[in-house]
């Protein structure tokens, strides 16, 4: 039954088999394999199917799609609303002190490309550092992430970025800055224009003009951390505009004569 709810699922999606087998990250023949009952899943193809359809496994593997009707589909298509406002399953894995208070994680450079798909295992969070921000409220969930490149100035590269988790996408107000986790492109440190209710997706830009925007799914998503603050050990570069730069000569001028009328 499984490898007919995986055809019947992508084709009510529009999707080919070219699109769903390079999204879970497997080669067109092992995947169309699934599909024609030659082979079966294993639990974690069927978790990264399941993510990608943003469905549950139950959905899945219990029901039978060949006797689902448009209401019944719509329904099934509606499940995106559900991960978004996070009243589903959304598993945050986090350390707490020996007083039961949770601690603020940092994800080290050399673990960025393993978060996205560790970020809910407990065995990889635990070995994740730790450090305390006391001006941050308790009673929210903070997590700090590295941040490479120059597309986010003033944080520059080699800075780390403090988000506050966001368990409802729907709440966030547009151009908020926001950490993404994506399951494709890992971990992004963007401002975010929330379009779920256009197209169930968020334009993510950079504050460097440079770099254009770009659509992600929410189907990519795996989390979202609000910008709170961030650490660096540079100081932000500061531009003099053409007034500023005047008024500065100007008081350099008045200063040289006071110095002169003085001696």
Known sequence: MIGNNLKLLRKQFSKSQDEVSKKLGLNRSTYSGYEN?????????VTRICDYYKISADTLLRNDFSTYDEKKW???QGAWKQNA?????????????????????MVPAKAQAGYASGYADPEFIKDLPTIRLPFLSK???HRTFPISGDSMPPVSDGSFVVG??????????????????????????KVLENNLKVNRSFLLSSTNSFYEPYDVGVNEVVEIWR?????????????????????????????????????
Not at 37 to 45: E, H, K, R, T
Not at 164 to 173: G, K, L, N, R, Y
Not at 235 to 258: N, V
């Open 85 to 105: 406002k996070g009243s589903g399953l959304r598993i945050l894995t986090a350390q707490v002190s020996d007083n039961n208070e949770e601690l603020i994680e």
């Open 164 to 189: 506050e988790f966001v368990e409802d996408w729907t709440t966030i107000p547009t151009d908020t800055p926001c950490i993404i986790v994506t399951s494709d492109n890992g971990i992004v440190f």
């Open 74 to 76: 719509k329904s099934l």
């Open 139 to 141: 009673n929210r969930k």
């Open 37 to 45: 009952a030659v082979a079966q899943p294993s639990l974690d193809i």
């Open 227 to 263: 910008f709170r603050c961030y650490i660096s050990m540079e100081l932000p570069t500061f531009a003099i505009g053409e007034g500023e730069l005047s008024d500065a000569l100007l008081a350099i001028k008045k200063s040289l004569h006071r110095i002169e009328n003085k001696s």
